[in-house]
């Protein structure tokens, strides 16, 4: 099953994982109310490895609603917008300095992303240890642990610049995780 949640399609550029991570566990609540004995897998795709990572580390844990998480195309979106466009310094100060103003909710400027998008989650995408900052390859271990908990391990993507090691960042992110199986596809 494919869940529609608040952040699909046009709703990424103003919603949060912390809210899709809230939607997810509706979902996972009914399922498990539905048929208790069901396996949940929770296979997130791009942003979709944030929020699982998200969900994970707000309710999966502690009530082991889910069997297992995939994370598929796990990258950072801060690095994949820096290969994209050369103006996400500008943009990212416009975010600030809207979030310092307390516009954190209102939109940017129509030419700052390819999708509708508010202050808040430019900033949570385009920022260093923000909310969506979670599988930059610059992030220290210390970071990466403060950021992952309970997931696996990322592979190679087209999104993921050539200077990222991947297989060494899957082994950091793995060690972040306390995970002993390490496997890069």
């Known amino acids: 099953m494919q869940p529609l949640i608040q952040s699909s399609y046009d709703g990424y550029g103003h919603s949060s994982v912390d809210q899709d991570a809230e939607d997810i566990s509706h979902l996972v609540k009914a399922i498990r109310k539905e048929n208790p004995k069901s396996t949940?897998?929770?296979?997130?795709?791009?942003?979709?490895?944030?929020?699982?990572?998200?969900?994970?580390?707000?309710f999966n844990c502690e009530s082991l609603s889910l069997n297992a998480v995939i994370l598929q195309a796990p990258v950072s979106d801060r690095e994949a917008m820096a290969l994209e466009s050369n103006d996400v310094k500008k943009w990212s100060e416009i975010a600030k300095k809207m979030i310092a103003e307390g516009n954190e909710n209102e939109f940017m400027p129509r030419?700052?992303?390819?999708?509708?998008?508010?202050?808040?989650?430019?900033?949570?995408?385009?920022?260093?240890?923000?909310?969506?900052?979670?599988?930059s390859s610059d992030l220290k271990d210390t970071e990466l642990k403060q950021k992952l908990y309970c997931v696996n391990v990322p592979t190679?993507?087209?999104?993921?610049?050539?200077?990222?090691?991947?297989?060494?960042?899957?082994?950091?992110?793995?060690?972040?995780?306390?995970?002993?199986?390490v496997k890069t596809v």
């Not at 949940?40 to 707000?58: L, N």
């Not at 808040?120 to 900052?133: E, F, I, Q």
């Open 40 to 58: 949940v897998v929770f296979m997130g795709h791009s942003t979709g490895c944030q929020d699982a990572v998200t969900y994970c580390k707000k």
């Open 111 to 135: 030419d700052s992303h390819f999708s509708p998008i508010t202050a808040y989650r430019y900033n949570s995408l385009s920022g260093r240890m923000t909310d969506d900052d979670m599988f």
């Open 156 to 181: 190679a993507d087209e999104y993921v610049p050539e200077s990222v090691d991947v297989p060494l960042l899957a082994q950091r992110i793995s060690g972040a995780m306390q995970s002993k199986d």
